[in-house]
């Protein structure tokens, strides 16, 4: 999978895909929030993240150093029932085709996956309305688990991770993100205005489902959504 540049994928046709996908966003976002517990709380060097393995990184890595305002460590888990896949067999397609887990109105992967797993310093686009496109790199994948690090144009600076897990009570599918905004202007929309904190809830929520869905169960219950919040330590 060959390096993707987040320029060329800029023009007048995204000013109608944010109108017509924030639309479609806040629909769905008053529909689905009750399937949604939510808690948050006060975090400490313990959320920081892994560091990115150094022949994976370069000037275009968004380390969350290079962020502004607090990190935000936020976990997305369902635990599914009936499912008829295990976690390697749901992380399989996921992995394969990461567009599947997400919400069609709002988001969409170039280049599209073809079902291969993805290998470390693959790169890829997650096309989002407006401003939000979100270039990352494969960091570390495996059966289970999928992590990508974050690129220069992304909105936030850190990482993300999917994973399946066999448990005892059923399958668990979680997303893991450890980040902060990329900038000023995003610390103001994520940290201050919200919109775009629910913007990013509302869409792993969406993919926690879609996820139950990919492993042919139900979500047991609601879809927790649980944010460690950690005050910036370099002033910005």
Sequence with gaps: MP???PDSLSGPSRVLRWAAGMGLMTVSYLRDRQLIVRSEEPGDDADLPATVPADLTDPRVQHQQHGRGPLFHRRFTVLIDGATADATGLMTQ???DLEKLLPKEVAAVTPHGDGTPPKPGDEFVVRMPGPWDGPVRVISSDDTHLRLTTLAG????GQIEFRADDEADGLRFTIETWA???SPLLDLLFTHL???KEMQLFMWV???LAAAKLAGGRPHGH???HTRRVRASDGR
């Design 206 to 208: 969406r993919a926690c």
């Design 154 to 157: 992304h909105l936030e600076a």
């Design 180 to 182: 902060r905004p990329a």
């Design 194 to 196: 919200r919109v775009a």
């Design 94 to 96: 996921v992995r394969g």
């Design 223 to 225: 879809v927790y959504a």
């Design 3 to 5: 390096p993707i540049h």
